[in-house]
């Protein structure tokens, strides 16, 4: 049985992830410090599929404890989530963001590299592009510079592997997200809201149930058919199963290049305002919101080309908006009984 890694395998997308990789025959283990996360997950997550990961409770910014993990454990790939994400606290916590996302992945490459271990799928952003000059992205647009030391921890992330699959031959895909959103269909698995949300679908779902006032609206004034940002929101399951696409890709030796790279979102863009019409739509009823000014560091507009994850990966969304939408509403409400 081929077995996984999943680091951050407890997180949202990683959890989802896990999930796709059980239904496919994977043995899963899982490495998650529950800095963002909770053991429920875990319990959630067999409950889907019925099969318990193996999971273990190391921080990878410790070497040493790196080192013992891949000493006690025959790894054949692995899934690399852990990392901080949030845009806004990576600029008033910098290095806590660098030593978190850079030590972490520089320790887990130094043991897959002394050991042989090929196949390493990299969790990266649609942050790297900032502002594409071109719509819809594709992934010869240039990187720009970071906007944060999150979206920097990415681009940097990137060269590390690929210097690293240049040098020693490992085999590595980073995943360029769009918007993740949603929730398992089961409503067993979705995104934690631990703390004010900074994303905008769990702030919609939180102000419809109630527990936040309204939602700000980040601008109206943006060059866009009604002045509000737009972006590219893709379900989470449909992001998960980019994930085993690109793992078996690795493990059956078709990647044309040691080290390559895929735009993962819908090829849709939606704007705020288009988002909240949906989503009253899936609610049947209207969302408290107040437009207010735009938030530092936000682009205009970013969405996928997909025609290189489309054809190299035979993998494609399935799920639209007003379902994705329709999920991460049960899921908020799913909350409230636990
Ligand atoms: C989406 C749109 C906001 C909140 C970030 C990271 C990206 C990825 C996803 C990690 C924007 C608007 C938001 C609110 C609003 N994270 N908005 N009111 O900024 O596109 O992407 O999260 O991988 O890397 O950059 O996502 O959900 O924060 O914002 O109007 O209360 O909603 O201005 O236009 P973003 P978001």
């Known amino acids: 049985m081929t077995r996984i890694l999943v680091t951050g395998g407890l997180g949202f997308i990683g959890s989802h992830t896990v999930v796709e990789l059980q239904n496919r025959g994977y043995e899963v283990v899982i490495i998650d410090n529950l800095s963002n996360t909770t053991l429920e997950v875990l319990h959630n997550i067999k409950a889907i599929t019925g099969i318990q990961p193996i999971f273990i409770n190391i921080d990878l910014r410790n070497q040493k404890e790196v080192n013992t993990f891949f000493n006690e454990h025959a790894i054949d790939g692995v899934i690399h989530f852990a990392a901080y994400k949030a845009v806004g606290e990576s600029?008033?916590?910098p290095l806590a963001y660098y030593q978190n996302n850079?030590?972490?992945l520089v320790y887990l490459l130094q043991e897959l590299t002394e050991r042989g271990i090929g196949n390493f799928i990299f969790s990266s952003?649609?942050?790297v592009y900032g502002q594409a000059d071109e719509l819809p992205i594709t992934e010869k647009a240039p990187i720009k510079p970071a906007e944060s030391p999150y979206g920097y921890s990415k681009q940097a992330g990137e060269i590390i592997i690929k210097d690293t699959c240049k040098a020693v031959g490992l085999n590595a895909i980073a995943l360029r997200y769009f918007n993740p959103i949603g929730a398992h269909p089961s409503i067993k698995i979705g995104e934690l809201p631990l703390g004010v949300p900074q994303n905008l679908i769990p702030y919609i779902t939180q102000t419809a149930a109630g527990i936040r006032k309204e939602l700000s609206v980040f601008g109206n004034d943006y060059p866009t058919e009604d002045g509000t940002a737009i972006r590219d929101y893709i379900h989470v399951v449909d992001l998960a199963k980019a994930h085993t696409a690109a793992l078996?890709?690795?493990?059956?030796?078709?990647?044309k290049e040691n080290f390559e790279v895929f735009n993962i979102g819908t090829g849709k863009g939606s704007s705020v305002l288009e988002v909240i019409k949906a989503f009253e739509k899936v609610t049947k009823k209207p969302l408290n919101y107040k437009i207010v000014g735009k938030r530092e560091g936000d682009?205009?507009?970013?969405?996928a080309d997909t025609s290189?994850?489309?054809r190299e990966l035979n993998w494609k969304t399935e799920i639209s908006l007003e379902t994705a939408l329709k999920s991460a509403w049960q899921w908020q409400q799913a909350q409230k009984k636990s």
Not at 249 to 255: D, T
């Open 91 to 93: 600029v008033s916590k």
């Open 102 to 104: 850079l030590n972490s």
């Open 125 to 127: 952003s649609c942050t």
């Open 248 to 255: 078996r890709r690795l493990i059956e030796k078709k990647n």
């Open 299 to 303: 682009v205009t507009a970013a969405y």
């Open 308 to 310: 290189m994850a489309n």
